[in-house]
């Protein structure tokens, strides 16, 4: 990852070569996946106090610095974040330790309002039976870079985001989708999803 200073001064550079944008945002298929698939983990939707039109939140710890600057610039390229490159910020826990994250989130955009829409119901975050439409390998692909973790012959993902039930909907769309075979278990007052060692066409 290199330290600080060096990963600051390349952000910056590619930064001012962003285009500026007006009109309608395109949607290419990239971006709704890298959207779709950090939804169903940490990132989530928000809507400003006055505002009628959602915007998406993405952090991550430093650590992880090289995947959020990889987020922030295929979306910001295509105008659907500002050009104010995410810097490290401090933050404490419960006993006091410091810790280094980075964050940024979208722009207000009207033409991204379906996915807030996909994901939020009366302002909690929840999962559509229409998602299936659009999970694909690569939308798995993002859920898993954000939130899974290699276990034995087979791969983890925490579901912190969502209820019991919504988990086991996730399980049969995994299921009806890919053909894989996945189980939940109960962890803490939480849910994780385990996916079994598999070969599947995505």
Not at 9 to 18: G, I, R, T
Not at 163 to 182: C, P, Q, T, W
Request: contains cysteine; glycine residues 6%.
């Amino acid at each position: 990852m290199g330290n600080y200073e060096n990963l600051h001064k390349v952000d910056l550079h590619l930064v001012q070569k962003l285009p500026y944008r007006k009109g309608p945002i395109p949607q290419p298929q990239k971006n709704l996946e890298i959207l779709i698939g950090t939804l169903l983990s940490d990132a989530y939707g928000e809507k400003l106090k006055k505002g009628v039109t959602p915007y998406f939140q993405f952090k991550q710890s430093f650590i992880h610095a090289n995947y959020l600057y990889y987020l922030y610039f295929t979306l910001a390229f295509l105008g659907y974040s500002s050009n104010n490159v995410p810097l490290p910020k401090k933050t404490s826990d419960s006993k006091g330790g410091l810790h280094t994250y980075l964050s940024f989130r979208t722009l207000a955009i009207p033409e991204l309002s379906w996915i807030y829409y996909l994901f939020y119901v009366n302002g909690v975050k929840v999962i559509s039976e229409d998602l299936i439409y659009y999970l694909n390998g690569r939308v798995l692909a993002y859920w898993i870079i954000d939130d899974g973790s290699w276990t034995g012959s087979g791969i983890l993902i925490h579901c912190n985001s969502f209820s019991e039930s919504n988990v086991f909907l996730l399980v049969k769309m995994l299921n009806d989708k890919f053909g894989i075979k996945v189980s939940v278990r109960p962890k803490y007052n939480s849910h994780i999803i385990y996916i079994y060692s598999c070969k599947f066409h995505i």
